[in-house]
């Protein structure tokens, strides 16, 4: 190891990136607190220790191609930025969290400085571009993936690979318990509620939320006695969902800041597809996924995307645990059909969640983040200074 603090790069491009990241900035520095990491990261990563030296934003995220171009300027910029400041000869490592397309234009700067480069969970290469497989391998001295079957994936074309397990086993978790969490939302117990997540972008709430609203009132219709309630994810300011509900036909509860102890009040929920269907699974709560994307980004999707199931729930059990609406399939009738389905025979109900179980357990044991750490160091072939010892 060179004299003087060993520098790490890092780069983490939204939202769920930054969480993670922060995760193992934390666990690194913990390990390690000589060590000084610097890069693109938010609020969470800089919690942790690390220095960023940009901020993401909401521009550092989209759904679908189209929706991504008004953004590439931005993303552009802060690019060539991240590239002078891997190539100053300032760091001794690179560590890149998620965020494919841009990071994998940073991987290439990486070997360029010869840094060994570390890729924290995968681009999703078993869904499209397969042969991005071999332009990573060129690109980075190891990956760390969080699905279970995405080992196999890399190891087949020799990339030094390592299943660390999904970081939502160990996040995942309600701070009530339901009852608890149905009495500070003002929910009437023994009520079927029904969750509505129209997901954590304008574009996606924009495409979904009414038809949401509408399918709630059709449940309401089929079963009186039920009651709704919406998690407004962080990114989302409230008074934007709370001024789309004021015509709605339903009352629908709004919960800010606290999704999972909204969700677990839930007897079923209405998803937008994306990482809250593996929350609601990890959850145990049964559930409808619903998709819609602009016309002709959805099209792309299907020419270039060799998937048989859109919903990572699904994608991980390897077969149609809960039911998928897409596009023109995702309208009020038939999500309220699919929900009454449910609501309507306890046994199918308590089928899924058994199947969400299963699921569960193949997404590994909490502790992601310290065992990448972990795997890094030794790959560096640097000992901890410090580190917490079970007991």
């Known amino acids: 190891m060179s004299s003087g603090p060993y520098r790490i790069f890092i780069s983490a491009g939204e939202e769920s990136g930054d969480l993670q990241g922060a995760g193992l900035v934390a666990s690194l520095m913990e390990m390690r607190p000589d060590f000084q990491i610097s890069g693109l990261g938010g609020k969470k990563m800089r919690q942790a220790g690390a220095r960023t030296l940009f901020d993401i934003d909401h521009r550092m995220g989209g759904i679908g191609f189209f929706e991504s171009l008004g953004s590439l300027r931005h993303h552009w910029q802060i690019y060539r930025a991240l590239s002078k400041e891997i190539l100053s000869g300032k760091y001794q490592a690179a560590?890149?969290?998620?965020?494919?397309?841009?990071n994998l234009l940073l991987a290439k700067i990486c070997r360029k400085a010869?840094?060994?480069t570390f890729f924290f969970i995968s681009p999703q290469v078993w869904a499209w571009r397969k042969g991005r497989v071999k332009k990573i391998r060129r690109r980075i001295n190891k990956m760390f993936v969080i699905l279970p079957f995405e080992e196999q994936i890399y190891r087949d074309a020799g990339v030094d690979v390592e299943f660390v397990g999904h970081p939502f086993v160990e996040l995942?978790?309600?701070?009530?318990?339901?009852?608890?969490?149905?009495?500070?939302?003002?929910?009437?117990?023994g009520t079927k509620t029904v969750g509505l997540l129209p997901g954590s972008r304008?574009?996606?709430i924009d495409r979904l939320l009414d038809t949401m609203v509408r399918a709630a009132a059709l449940i309401r219709k089929g079963l009186r006695d039920c009651?709704?309630?919406?998690?407004?994810?962080?990114?989302?300011?409230?008074?934007y969902i709370r001024e789309k509900l004021k015509n709605s036909p339903v009352a629908v509860r709004c919960v800010a800041g606290k999704t999972y102890d909204a969700m677990s009040c839930c007897d079923y929920l209405v998803v937008a597809s994306g990482s809250a269907t593996l929350e609601a699974?990890?959850?145990?709560?049964?559930?409808?996924i619903v998709y819609k994307l602009r016309p002709l980004t959805f099209w792309m999707g299907r020419w270039f995307v060799r998937v048989k199931n859109f919903g990572l729930i699904n994608i991980v059990a390897g077969e149609e645990v809960v039911p998928e609406l897409l596009q023109g399939e995702a309208t009020a009738e038939r999500i309220a059909q699919e929900a009454l389905s449910v609501l309507g025979d306890p046994a199918r109900g308590q089928a899924i969640r058994s199947r969400l179980l299963r699921v569960r357990e193949s997404l590994g044991e909490p502790g992601v983040a310290r065992r990448i750490a972990k795997s890094i160091l030794a790959y560096l072939k640097i000992s901890p200074t410090h580190e917490k010892v079970s007991i």
């Open 281 to 288: 699974g990890l959850l145990g709560r049964p559930m409808v």
């Open 202 to 204: 304008i574009s996606e």
């Open 114 to 116: 010869n840094l060994p």
């Open 227 to 239: 009651q709704f309630i919406l998690p407004i994810a962080d990114s989302i300011d409230p008074g």
């Open 172 to 189: 995942v978790r309600p701070a009530l318990t339901s009852e608890e969490a149905c009495r500070e939302f003002g929910l009437a117990p």
């Open 95 to 102: 560590i890149l969290v998620h965020y494919p397309l841009f």
